[in-house]
Structures are given as structure tokens and as C-alpha cells.
């Protein structure tokens, strides 16, 4: 059992000190188990068990393997304990969107200083500063190709289309069509850009 978390601990600082792909392979494999249990056991809202699995991998990724320090305890538990705290915190935030919605009446449409409408559309996309910061900086390839090196399949392709100016229904449309035994609906592309800002808040600042 020691050597074991001897030899996570040592995947854990490839991928933290040289970004190490294969030891985070490895890491993913090393906690395939919990992974399964967790994505089966929570229920977040408007996810699918795939969508909770990329929600426990972003957590992996970005904070767990930043976070860890082994002379505090072992990996596993650790992993677990803020996959399972991730996890928590975004129920509750669905929980308390419902809410809102249930307690708010919003207007389709609000207006500016002058009596300039807005549309509901920008209102929502009002919200995305983080992937503007990609397109904007569409230039630069280094900073592209961190972020979308970072990205699944599904990730990558909703985030591209929807940099092209694609609708969620149409985004929907046309990844349904590489996910056969899959439904992708509205609010499967809004989970995935979701994803798609916490990973670039996560890696623009370094980059």
C-alpha cells in the first residue's frame, strides 16, 4: 500500500511540476473505482453521469493535484474528499439557481442607460469574459493550444462552435451527430462550456 502511494505521489508531481500527460493517465486510472462510484452515486441537475465524471476530473486536474500535499496524508483519501466536496457545491449551486428562478420574475429583456434594449442573448453571454479571452487572444497559439489540449472531445468541439457564433439548439445538433448512444440537449453544451470557463480561469493566468 505504501509503495503505491509512493508511486502516486510521484505521478502527482509529474504532471504538477512538468505537466506529464501519461502520469495523469495513470492518476485516472489509479482512481477509476472512486470515479465510477462517485459519477453513479451524485445527481447534479441537468448532468449526465459522463458530465459528473468531467466534473470530478476537472477537480483532479486543476486543484487536487495543485493542492496535495503527502506529508499530510495519503492521495486517495484526499482525492476523494475534494471530489466529494466539489461534488456537494454544485448541487447546492443548481439547488439555489432553481430558486432563484423559481422566486425571480426576469424580464426577456432590460434596458440600457438611454433606453437602448439589450437582448436576452447577450445578457446570458454577458457572463463568458473567460472564453472571450480566448477568442480575443485567437492569436496566440501557445495559449490556445494549453487550453484546448486541456479540453475533451465534447469540450472542444462545443467550444469551437460556439466561437463561431453557433446557438446551444444548433451546437446540440451537430454534436448529437458523433454521440450516437448519447443525448446532447441544451443543457449538456452549457455544461460543457461551463467546464470549458473553469478550465480557462484555470490556465490563463500561468500561460
Not at 474528499?81 to 466539489?86: D, E, Q, S, T, Y
Not at 451537430?174 to 446532447?184: E, W
Not at 453544451?189 to 480561469?201: S, W
Request: with cysteine; proline share 1%; charged share 30%.
Amino acid at each position: 500500500m505504501e509503495e503505491q502511494n509512493q508511486e502516486v505521489i510521484k505521478w502527482v508531481f509529474q504532471v504538477r511540476e512538468n505537466d506529464c500527460e501519461q502520469s495523469f493517465i495513470k492518476i485516472k486510472k489509479y482512481l477509476s473505482t472512486q470515479l465510477s462510484f462517485l459519477k453513479m452515486k451524485y445527481r447534479i441537475a441537468g448532468y449526465d453521469v459522463d458530465e459528473i465524471e468531467q466534473e470530478c476530473l476537472c477537480v483532479l486536474r486543476f486543484d487536487i493535484i495543485k493542492d496535495f500535499d503527502p506529508k499530510k496524508g495519503n492521495f486517495l483519501s484526499f482525492a476523494i474528499l475534494c471530489m466529494k466536496r466539489h461534488l456537494f457545491t454544485a448541487i447546492k449551486a443548481t439547488q439555489q439557481q432553481k430558486r432563484r428562478v423559481l422566486n425571480e420574475s426576469i424580464s426577456l429583456n432590460q434596458e440600457r442607460v438611454g433606453g437602448e434594449e439589450v437582448s436576452l442573448s447577450e445578457l446570458m453571454t454577458s457572463g463568458i469574459s473567460t472564453l472571450d479571452i480566448v477568442e480575443q487572444k485567437d492569436s496566440n497559439e501557445v495559449i490556445r493550444k494549453t487550453i484546448f489540449n486541456s479540453l475533451t472531445k465534447l469540450e472542444k468541439q462545443t467550444l469551437e462552435l460556439h466561437l463561431e457564433g453557433y446557438t446551444y439548439e444548433d451546437i446540440a445538433k451537430i454534436v448529437q451527430k458523433n454521440y450516437i448512444n448519447k443525448k446532447i440537449s441544451g443543457k449538456t453544451i452549457d455544461n460543457a462550456l461551463l467546464r470549458c470557463r473553469q478550465k480557462c480561469k484555470k490556465l490563463i493566468p500561468i500561460v
